[in-house]
């Protein structure tokens, strides 16, 4: 089995891809019953196996694929005698629901058949084979759009592959409209002590229906969304030697060192200095990856 994962930031854009993967099942291999907070599509390469969900059994083959909801549970399991050989890619985002909507998914028809001159199955090996690709160089924001423009191509062929009907995106959904200008709040206010019911205000929403929305669309409230945003940021701060503990805190909107550093260590684990030990001995081991051998 070959799986890559990518990112922490779950909900930043209209389609985020956490994870991809590609295995040839042995007869029997099952996973399973589980949940996923994500969405995880499998597209089969060849041979046959079984998807259970909402107490339904799908019989699937070569060309098939299935897609697993967030917070439902599944169960599939490879064939005895034909074992099915799949690739699959995990991803979430604001938009996500809608786009496999437009590609003809919904909870009670999680299946795609692929039509002939389809690229599905093209644009899923690419995907993972870029993701190995970039698994063994140093991370770059270029790689996570390279990836998540893979991910595009792969959604806008299901697109292509859906039933003649005309499925109509929802841009104009006010809802989402909300949901868009709350994340566009944080991202370019999360370094001033800003905080749900000033988000909400700014909006000319309640603080309870802003969570709803946050909620029913992210799986995630506000306030945890936003604590989640100023501490990954943090991590990209820690990561210059110039700035102190408290110089991270007052960048990601916290004028108490001491009340950032215990969210942090909440939230990571680990205390902001150990986190930033930790980085610079990663640092050090990659360098010593990339240095020539010596004979």
């Known amino acids: 089995m070959r799986d890559f994962y990518f ?19 042995k007869p029997g291999h099952a996973y399973g ?14 041979g046959k196996g079984s998807f259970f969900v909402d107490n339904q059994h799908y019989k699937l083959q070569r060309g098939q694929g299935f897609l697993i909801y967030p917070e439902i549970i599944t169960y599939y399991e490879a064939d005895h005698s034909n074992p099915w050989h799949y690739v699959w890619v995990g991803f ?36 993972v084979q870029t993701a190995e690709e ?36 929802a841009n104009g959904d006010i809802q989402d409209v909300y949901v868009r200008k709350a994340l ?14 000033m988000i909400a205000a700014s909006l000319g929403l309640s603080r309870s229906y802003l969570t709803f929305l946050f909620k029913e669309r992210l799986k995630i409230g506000p306030q945890a969304y936003l604590i989640q945003f100023r501490i990954e940021r943090a991590c990209d701060f820690l990561r210059n030697p110039l700035l102190s503990i408290g110089d991270v805190a ?21 205390s902001p200095s150990q986190y930033r030990q930790n980085l ?3 640092e050090k081991e990659k360098e010593k990856s990339y240095l020539p051998a010596q004979d």
């Open 7 to 25: 990112t922490n930031e779950q909900f930043t854009t209209d389609l985020n891809i956490y994870h991809c993967g590609i295995e040839p099942c």
């Open 33 to 46: 019953p589980a949940v996923r907070d994500h969405y995880l599509f499998h597209y089969i390469l060849d």
């Open 92 to 127: 979430n985002g604001l938009k996500a629901e809608t786009y496999l909507e437009a590609a003809g998914f919904s909870r009670a028809n999680p299946i795609l058949t692929k039509r002939t001159g389809n690229k599905i199955d093209h644009y899923l090996l690419t995907l």
């Open 134 to 169: 970039y698994s063994h160089t140093r991370y770059h924001y270029s790689k996570t759009l390279h990836l998540q423009g893979l991910l595009y191509m792969t959604i806008a062929e299901m697109v292509a592959n859906a039933e003649a009907r005309q499925t109509v995106l």
């Open 184 to 197: 566009e709040l944080i991202r370019t206010n999360y370094s001033r002590p800003i905080n749900v019911k």
């Open 250 to 270: 007052r960048s990601v909107g916290y004028q108490d060192p001491l009340a950032f550093s215990k969210i942090f260590k909440k939230v990571k684990g680990v």
């Open 280 to 282: 610079v001995r990663t």
